[in-house]
């Protein structure tokens, strides 16, 4: 019988908020009404993590009855053992987003969050294969303004906001 990744995800995408929800429920509350306290970011990261882990079962679950049924999986299938696995495509990539990645912490406290964003954006979708000019700049600004929205205003998560003139332009932002 193969080993079934999806099927190992799952299961530790289940067993791991079981063990760990409790723990989060023991947190304090938000010392001030109305407002996320210590417990709830974790919570929701462990429920989250909880209900992915049963969809993709139940998704995994489905996909396997139907190759049954068409024939594809025999009762008892033997690994191919001259499968080397899938050839890379583009292999450099992963060193460009890597350089792209360290650029953008090297240059983030001088260019500000609000500036550096949309250039990370921008360049690791360029550098993936997303080569149409306009989706490319519509992902940018949607990607940048919910995430500006999302960390800085509504979870109040400091981001920095860069020196000089770039100071002064993150401030329209946030």
Same mark, same amino acid.
């Given at each position: 019988?193969? $080993?079934?990744?999806?099927?190992?995800?799952?299961?530790?995408?289940? @067993? $791991?908020?079981?063990?760990?929800?409790?723990?989060?429920?023991?947190?304090?509350?938000?010392?001030?009404?109305? =407002? *996320?306290? %210590?417990?709830?970011? %974790?919570?929701?990261? *462990?429920?989250?993590?909880?209900? &992915?882990?049963?969809?993709?079962?139940?998704? !995994?679950?489905?996909?396997?009855?139907?190759?049954?049924? !068409?024939? !594809?999986?025999?009762?008892? !299938?033997? +690994?191919?053992?001259?499968?080397?696995?899938?050839?890379?495509?583009?292999?450099?990539?992963?060193?460009?987003?890597?350089?792209? *990645? /360290?650029?953008?912490?090297?240059? &983030?406290?001088? @260019?500000? /969050? @609000?500036?550096?964003?949309?250039? =990370?954006? $921008?360049?690791?979708?360029?550098?993936?294969?997303?080569?149409? &000019?306009?989706?490319?700049?519509? &992902?940018?600004?949607?990607?940048?303004? =919910?995430?500006?929205?999302?960390? +800085?205003?509504?979870?109040?998560?400091?981001? %920095?906001?860069?020196?000089?003139?770039?100071?002064?332009?993150?401030?329209?932002?946030?």
């Amino acid at each position: 019988m193969r $080993f079934n990744f999806n099927l190992a995800i799952a299961t530790i995408a289940i @067993v $791991f908020p079981m063990i760990f929800i409790p723990i989060a429920l023991q947190l304090p509350p938000a010392r001030t009404p109305g =407002l *996320l306290g %210590p417990g709830h970011w %974790p919570l929701a990261i *462990l429920i989250l993590m909880f209900i &992915l882990g049963i969809a993709l079962l139940i998704k !995994e679950y489905k996909e396997t009855r139907k190759r049954k049924a !068409e024939g !594809e999986i025999k009762v008892e !299938e033997e +690994p191919k053992k001259d499968v080397i696995g899938p050839k890379i495509a583009y292999p450099n990539r992963y060193w460009y987003i890597v350089l792209i *990645l /360290f650029l953008y912490t090297l240059f &983030l406290p001088y @260019v500000g /969050f @609000v500036v550096a964003t949309p250039l =990370l954006i $921008f360049a690791t979708a360029w550098v993936l294969g997303m080569r149409r &000019l306009p989706y490319l700049i519509l &992902l940018t600004l949607i990607s940048t303004a =919910l995430i500006i929205y999302i960390f +800085p205003i509504l979870l109040g998560v400091p981001v %920095p906001r860069g020196m000089g003139i770039f100071r002064e332009f993150s401030f329209w932002f946030y």
